[in-house]
């Protein structure tokens, strides 16, 4: 056995002679550098297989079709679209929010060629890269100023390094939170060069507890939504407009974080109250900040809104331009706002299309994605079932939206085997495991995937 095993080793070819035994057309199209590579790739993976004795002999075919397959491989993004059978609308680790295919397009055109970026085109002149995007802002809130950058976090550190670096900033214990990837309100606070002063207690915070903290180093009076979770039972906070009315009182601006910022009140979907970016400023709050990809459905962004005094001294901190944001998100934001200003979020924004969509259409999805596997019921029971979706983001993290899924119980493996399999495709499918069955919740799944989700399901199932 061991010898046998020594003559194929003595088989395995040289890198440049496996190199010769691929085509003509694919050694002209790539660089020397890059075919050595995934020649010793190929071979590498050769020599594990025949030491694990899975192989036992091969010959030039054999050495080309898995040099062909590693180049294959190599052609693969490392970031790939996937498919989201999980039913979290808002999926923090895959992506957030997708944007709309229009809003896609604009990318694509505004990057491909040059834009007006910076000049004005009246004039001729220099002109300023966020203008169109704050006028937009300003329409559809009613802010008085806005100033854009990275992301949320961003926003955050940049409106308290320019509002009240060296000064301090009351928060109510019930809201130091921290955030997915580590953003903790107390650090962030603490490398603005603001200092924290807490006030309450966890569960509650009154109003006179803001007003006892009160000194003449107070810069600020912050409030933080609670994005990704809720304090239940006996609880008190305070809200925006209390502490508006306290703020004005001791001539103290207040700027609210929060987080995921709406413009449509998800009431009418039967969710709970959460106020939208334009309550917040029609209560009177100095500044807010928020997300352009939780439930706004856009690009990564921080999107700072308030009075223009205040706005000023953020925009003018040197930090603003380290934050800035380039013009794939600018073109994105723009093309995102113009379809609120239409009035058009419900159709065309992939998140409040998945958070308003009927859930007729849901299940109605759900029957033909087990139309199209039905041919793998010998494999597996398929059923559909009532789920509950989530909304995610840390946006209404106690809210659930009434949805269907697709359950799969191998009948020969384990769902989990299968699931892993699912997970390793070129377009990967991400779901859940419940009960020993893999759970797609079809609210999520765009119609357009269908099919794709069928295919791969029967690809993987045909397998075992
Ligand atoms: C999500 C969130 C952030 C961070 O926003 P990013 O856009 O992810 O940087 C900050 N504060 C709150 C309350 C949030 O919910």
Same mark, same amino acid.
């Given at each position: 056995m061991k010898h046998r095993k020594e003559e194929i080793f003595r088989k395995i070819p040289s890198v440049n002679r496996l190199i010769t035994l691929i085509p003509d057309e694919i050694k002209v199209e790539y660089k020397q550098g890059f075919l050595t590579e995934i020649a010793r790739e190929s071979l590498d993976f050769l020599r594990k297989k025949i030491l694990a004795g899975e192989v036992e002999d091969f010959d030039d075919d054999f050495l080309k079709d898995l040099f062909l397959k590693f180049l294959e491989k190599r052609k693969i993004f490392n970031l790939r679209r996937v498919i989201n059978a999980t039913g979290v609308i808002i999926h923090t680790n895959l992506g957030r929010?997708?944007?709309?295919?229009?809003?896609?397009?604009?990318?694509?055109?505004?990057?491909?060629?040059?834009?007006?970026?910076e000049i004005d085109l009246e004039t001729g002149k220099r002109g300023l890269r966020y203008q169109n995007v704050e006028e937009l802002l300003k329409r559809l809130t009613g802010?008085?100023?806005?100033?854009?950058?990275?992301?949320?976090?961003?926003?955050?550190?940049?409106?308290?390094?320019s509002l009240a670096s060296g000064k301090e900033v009351i928060v109510s214990r019930g809201e130091l939170i921290e955030i997915g990837g580590s953003?903790?309100?107390?650090?962030v606070m603490e490398q603005s060069g603001a200092v924290l002063r807490e006030v309450g207690t966890t569960n509650k915070t009154k109003l006179k507890d803001y007003e006892a903290a009160i000194t003449e180093n107070t810069a600020l009076l912050m409030k933080v939504h609670t994005s990704n979770y809720r304090i239940?039972?006996?609880?008190?906070?305070?809200s925006g407009k209390e502490l508006v009315a306290l703020g004005k009182k001791y001539g103290i601006p207040v700027y609210e974080d929060l987080g995921s910022g709406s413009f449509v009140d998800v009431r009418k979907f039967g969710l709970s109250y959460e106020p939208t970016v334009n309550d917040v400023l029609s209560g009177g709050v100095d500044v807010v900040s928020?997300?352009?990809?939780?439930?706004?459905?856009?690009?990564? &962004?921080?999107? =700072?809104?308030? !009075?223009?005094?205040?706005? /000023? #001294?953020?925009?003018?901190?040197?930090l603003n331009r380290a934050l800035r944001i380039d013009k794939m998100t600018l073109a994105a934001l723009e093309a995102t706002l113009k379809i609120y200003l239409e009035g058009k979020e419900l159709e065309e924004i992939p998140v409040w299309?998945?958070?308003?969509?009927?859930?007729s259409e849901i299940e109605r999805r759900a029957e033909k994605l087990v139309q199209k596997i039905g041919s793998v019921k010998g494999k597996a029971e398929v059923n559909?079932?009532?789920?509950?979706?989530?909304?995610?983001?840390?946006?209404?993290?106690?809210?659930?939206?009434?949805?269907? &899924?697709?359950? =799969?119980?191998? !009948?020969?493996?384990?769902? /989990? #085997?299968?699931?892993?399999?699912?997970?390793?495709?070129?377009?990967?499918?991400?779901a859940r495991i419940k009960d020993e069955k893999i759970v797609f919740d079809m609210r999520t799944v765009f119609d357009s995937e269908v099919e794709k989700l069928a295919d791969s399901i029967l690809e993987v199932l045909k397998k075992d």
């Open positions: 929010s997708p944007i709309s295919e229009k809003v896609a397009e604009h990318i694509g055109n505004i990057v491909t060629g040059y834009s007006n970026l802010a008085e100023a806005v100033c854009i950058v990275n992301n949320n976090a961003a926003a955050v550190l940049l409106v308290l390094s953003f903790r309100i107390p650090d239940l039972g006996f609880t008190e906070s305070v928020f997300s352009g990809d939780k439930l706004l459905g856009g690009p990564q &962004a921080g999107i =700072i809104l308030g !009075k223009k005094e205040l706005i /000023e #001294k953020i925009r003018k901190h040197p299309k998945m958070v308003s969509q009927p859930v559909i079932e009532e789920v509950v979706s989530e909304i995610g983001g840390g946006a209404l993290p106690l809210e659930t939206l009434p949805s269907f &899924a697709v359950t =799969i119980k191998p !009948k020969n493996t384990t769902a /989990e #085997k299968v699931y892993r399999q699912l997970r390793r495709l070129p377009e990967p499918v991400i």
